[in-house]
């Protein structure tokens, strides 16, 4: 099976370019190139890509917002962003918002292939330009909760089933699901009990009135 891709970038000869070298690889399919991260946010569904290389810097709405709200709408697709920022600030603060990997705009094509094919696996992926940036990721041995997953953490640990947060944030149940299963994952938690005491621990949410 060939693994789908959409570019977004603001710039179409950017898009357009990444576009026809992506083409040349039998493993890939380009599904779309848009301009905007709305545009993104708006077709996911429709385009069912397993990968979006997604610009950084756009008018509207911005890669980083983009990433979050398409995660939850397809939390499964892989997000790679595309920058011309190398600086641990901005690489950190992608990745926290769920993005899987992070490519400068100069890298060779087979860098982006191999980008890719690394999401896909499962790991995440620093260009070459970019991995002296890598250690932000983990805190305290743990890898961080997104924002979007923080928000999350907060609605269960306060005793709201999946459907009352799914309900709450506008979202599905199925999503608010996989968010679970990550904030698990990441927090090496297999309860809700253990979330909740988590949450109490961290300041998420104060301790009144929560059962533990």
């Known amino acids: 099976m060939t693994i789908r891709v959409v570019i977004v970038d603001d710039h179409p000869m950017v898009a357009e370019g990444i576009e026809a070298l992506l083409e040349t690889y039998d493993e890939l399919t380009v599904v779309a190139a848009l301009s905007s991260g709305q545009e993104a946010v708006d077709r996911v569904d429709e385009l069912n890509p397993d990968v979006i290389l997604l610009d950084l810097?756009?008018?509207?709405?911005?890669?980083?917002?983009?990433?979050?709200?398409?995660?939850?709408?397809?939390?499964?697709?892989?997000?790679?962003?595309?920058?011309?920022?190398?600086?641990?600030?901005?690489?950190?603060?992608?990745?926290?918002?769920?993005?899987?990997?992070?490519?400068?705009?100069?890298?060779?094509?087979?860098?982006?292939?191999?980008?890719?094919?690394?999401?896909?696996?499962?790991?995440?992926?620093?260009?070459?330009?970019?991995?002296?940036?890598?250690?932000?990721?983990?805190?305290?041995?743990?890898?961080p909760l997104t924002s979007r997953e923080q928000t999350i953490l907060l609605q269960l640990a306060t005793g709201?089933?999946?459907?009352?947060?799914?309900?709450?944030?506008?979202?599905?149940?199925?999503t608010v699901e996989t968010h679970r299963k990550?904030?698990?994952?990441?927090?090496?938690?297999?309860?809700?009990?253990?979330l909740t005491r988590y949450a109490l621990e961290h300041g998420v949410v104060q301790g009144t009135g929560v059962n533990t």
Do not use: W
């Not at 990433?67 to 697709?77: G, S, V, Y």
């Not at 002296?132 to 805190?139: A, D, F, W």
């Open 160 to 174: 709201k089933s999946n459907k009352d947060v799914a309900a709450e944030l506008n979202i599905s149940v199925r």
């Open 182 to 194: 990550n904030i698990k994952r990441k927090l090496g938690i297999s309860s809700t009990a253990g």
């Open 57 to 143: 810097n756009m008018p509207g709405l911005g890669g980083l917002s983009a990433t979050e709200l398409i995660l939850e709408k397809r939390p499964e697709t892989k997000i790679v962003i595309l920058s011309m920022h190398d600086t641990p600030e901005y690489i950190s603060t992608a990745l926290n918002h769920g993005a899987r990997g992070y490519l400068l705009k100069d890298v060779p094509t087979e860098e982006i292939f191999t980008a890719i094919q690394t999401v896909m696996s499962g790991q995440d992926y620093l260009c070459t330009g970019a991995k002296g940036s890598l250690k932000p990721r983990i805190t305290d041995g743990r890898e």
